[in-house]
Structure formats: C-alpha cells, structure tokens
C-alpha cells in the first residue's frame, strides 16, 4: 500500500512540472528526451530544414513558463525555442515514446541534456 501512495504521489508530481529529469535526462513535460547540438553558436540553433526534421525543435508555447537555466531564443523564423543553460534544445523524431533517447551520440554531435 505505501509503495502504490509513493508512485501516485510520484506521478502527480511528475504531472504538475514544467520539466522533468527522468533517469539523469532533461526531458519537456511529457516525458521526452532533449538534446544539444554541439554545432549549434552559443543560444542561436544551427539546425534548420532537413535538420530540423528529424530533430525539432522544443518549441515555446504561449503562457509556458521555465525556471532557472531556461530562457527563449528566436529562430530564423521567426518562432521561439527553448534553450537550458544557454543550449537550444530540440527532440530527435525517432524518440516514440517518453524514456526513448535514441539520439544520444548521433553523428557525434547529438547529446541529451543530462541533470
């Protein structure tokens, strides 16, 4: 009985942040992984059109509100991405379900955000 509390206790929790860490990785709020880009110039993304395809960007929506290391950049078109500690972050389209970090290490340039 504790341990199903725990895990409900666990899960509201989870439910109600802006962002979590699920094992030691940056993920948005339902759970999926978040990368950098090691190409990428300070906040300013470097990924675009075919890029941007299989690894969209995390994308600011109105009202959404981060904490510390969080900020906004603009993109080329003029959208905002959001950035963590000064890196624009972005999902890798072949990540299908929250937990999935398949990107990580891809073309050696391709990392999660770790805690």
Known sequence: MTRLILCSLAIASLASAT?????????????MTLYTFDKDKGKISSCY???????????????EKMGKDWAKTKRKDGSMQWT???????????????GDAT????????HVVKE
């Open 19 to 31: 962002t979590a860490f699920a094992a030691g990785m940056l993920t948005d709020p339902k759970g």
């Open 49 to 63: 059109d075919k890029c941007a395809k299989l690894w969209p960007p995390y994308a600011v929506q109105k009202g």
């Open 84 to 98: 963590y500690d000064g890196h624009p972050l972005c999902y890798y389209a072949n990540d299908k379900k929250p």
């Open 103 to 110: 990107g990580d290490g891809k073309f050696g340039v391709w």
